[in-house]
């Protein structure tokens, strides 16, 4: 019998530390911290992000839980006073005994642990509340339900979290590492120019065909250096046939060092939709270590040239 209660006493006393600190830390986890997370293809991430959006469901299973936790902790400590205490009114002393130590191990301590870690300790019990959110889906769901009546009645929707991280969101945790040291003035506001120039499209940048000094492929050096001496440009675009059929780009460099008289070989003008963003763009052309790139239009037609130069300094400006 005495093994029964004490068990069902650290039974409760567990489950409303679990509770209590997931709920603590449900509260103070990083959103952001779930939206890359969830971008990463984390399953448990994905649903606390949801249980986010959804917080009548966290409450309502929260609730079940802490609820259920006490009736176990009220229940092994009424047993053991009828065990060890048979007077009467005996159960009122026990539970006065026994509170400061629920308090504190069910309580206090599980609360100020999540709150001081929550990032991992949320998502290292993540999975183990999910189950609890099934487990408890019938009287959460009734809740849920309440919920949207009374959410209709108010006229109040609930923030929504997405996938996709917010700028603002990320602007206020740059500016918190920033204030943290973590991050230099010019970092920030670089990161700041970043974000202004991130819905721009090639469109607004790329060089129309007419405007790109391009050389057939027949050229002979003298007239490579000529075009190169022209732009001020190390390298240029070649074209085959006609100018409106750009096939790749030379480096002068290259050649110089190769000590070529004519174009035996080019690398292939790599290309990008009119629509693509400036900061994908950017990104791809700076890990693939490409000087320049010819834009398309909807009919895949090549229309004009953007240089990874022009797309540093539309940022930078």
């Not at 670089?190 to 120039?197: E, G, H, I, V």
């Not at 190390?234 to 174009?263: C, F, W």
């Not at 290309?271 to 239009?297: D, H, I, K, S, Y």
């Not at 909807?298 to 539309?314: E, K, M, T």
Request: aromatic content about 8%; hydrophobic content about 50%.
């Amino acid at each position: 019998m005495i093994w029964a209660i004490i068990v069902l006493l650290l039974l409760g006393l567990l489950l409303s530390a679990f509770f209590s600190g997931s709920e603590t830390g449900f509260y103070r986890v990083t959103r952001v911290r779930l939206v890359l997370d969830g971008r990463d293809g984390d399953f448990v991430s994905r649903r606390l992000l949801w249980l986010t959006n959804n917080p009548s469901v966290f409450v309502a299973t929260t609730l079940v839980g802490n609820n259920l936790a006490n009736y176990l902790t009220s229940f092994a400590i009424v047993l053991a006073s009828q065990l060890w205490y048979p007077a009467q009114n005996a159960e009122v002393l026990v539970s006065i005994l026994f509170t400061p130590v629920v308090f504190v191990f069910g309580e206090l301590l599980p609360k100020s642990t999540f709150n001081d870690s929550p990032n991992r300790l949320i998502r290292s019990i993540g999975p183990l509340f999910l189950v609890f959110v099934l487990l408890f889906a019938p009287i959460a769901l009734v809740l849920w339900c309440f919920a949207k009546v009374l959410q209709l009645m108010v006229g109040e929707t609930p923030l929504r979290v997405q996938l996709t991280m917010a700028r603002q969101s990320l602007q206020r945790v740059l500016q918190d590492g920033e204030i943290a040291g973590l991050l230099t003035h010019g970092q920030r506001d670089l990161t700041r120019r970043l974000f202004a120039s991130s819905n721009a499209t090639l469109n607004e940048l790329f060089r129309p065909l007419p405007q790109v000094n391009m050389v057939d492929v027949e050229s002979t050096i003298e007239e490579l250096e000529r075009a190169a001496k022209l732009t001020q440009m190390a390298t240029l675009v070649v074209y085959k046939s006609h100018r409106k059929n750009p096939v790749g780009y030379i480096s002068m460099i290259e050649m110089r060092l190769r000590d070529q008289q004519t174009i035996a070989q080019y690398c292939a003008l790599p290309t990008f939709p009119v629509t693509c963003q400036l900061t994908e763009a950017l990104v791809e052309m700076r890990e693939n270590r490409l000087p320049l790139a010819g834009v398309t239009n909807a009919r895949n037609q090549v229309i004009g040239v953007v240089y990874h130069d022009d797309l540093i300094q539309a940022i930078m400006t």
